[in-house]
């Protein structure tokens, strides 16, 4: 079971929101303001903020302007993982990732049943790491994007959680988890190499 450390150092990260709707402007944006204030809550950092249509270059344009930015260490997607035909972030996504985070869509599919039952198989959230920044893809519902935070993100995005957290492999100045400290594989040295904390 994960935990905090009390002996471990907050390490906050600097992220991003992107909301993906065609109808919402920032004054009907309940999802991203949620996103934005638990990171700011948890003791992050709002680097940027935007609203683009369900476009799925659109979504790759932004969202790769954000993985080639020197430190954007997380980027948070919310809509646009259903299954209409303009629901396209996940395609718009995947191409970006250098490693998939699947246990992501898969732990945020469980922890949602509880709420919505089989419905949870029509979530398309998803997760992964491109040029060592997190980026993850939650429903367009406030509900959902709680669910995702509350129960996932924010320990994995907190340098205190044991025995693992995501924050050692975009802050290379955070300290590894035990698990990782002994290992430094030919990847994390590229990704440390190209893209400064």
């Known amino acids: 079971m994960a935990h905090v450390h009390a002996d471990a150092p907050f390490v906050p990260l600097n992220m991003a929101v992107l909301t993906v709707s065609d109808t919402r402007g920032f004054d009907q944006d309940g999802s991203g ?3 934005c204030a638990r990171l700011i809550e948890a003791g992050h950092w709002l680097g940027d903020r935007r609203i683009v249509p369900d476009d799925i270059y659109r ?3 932004v969202v790769s302007e954000w993985i080639a930015r020197d430190g954007i260490h997380a980027v948070l997607v ?6 209409t035909p303009r629901d396209t972030t996940p395609e718009a996504l995947a191409p970006l990732f250098d490693k ?6 898969e732990l945020f599919r469980q922890i949602s049943q509880a ?11 998803i997760g992964g790491v491109a040029n060592r920044t997190l980026v993850f893809a ?15 993100l924010a320990s994995q995005l907190d340098a205190r959680t044991r025995p693992c957290n995501f924050v050692a492999m975009v802050r290379p100045d955070a300290s590894p988890c035990a698990s990782r400290q002994s290992v430094v594989s ?12």
């Open 59 to 61: 979504i790759r344009a």
């Open 78 to 83: 919310n809509g646009g993982t259903g299954f």
């Open 33 to 35: 303001d949620l996103l």
């Open 186 to 197: 030919p990847v994390t040295e590229t990704l440390t190499a190209e893209k400064p904390a």
């Open 115 to 125: 709420d919505i039952g089989a419905s949870t198989i029509q979530s398309r959230a």
């Open 138 to 152: 939650l429903p367009g519902s406030p509900k959902a994007c709680a669910t995702a935070w509350d129960g996932i």
């Open 100 to 105: 998939a985070i699947e246990g992501f869509g």
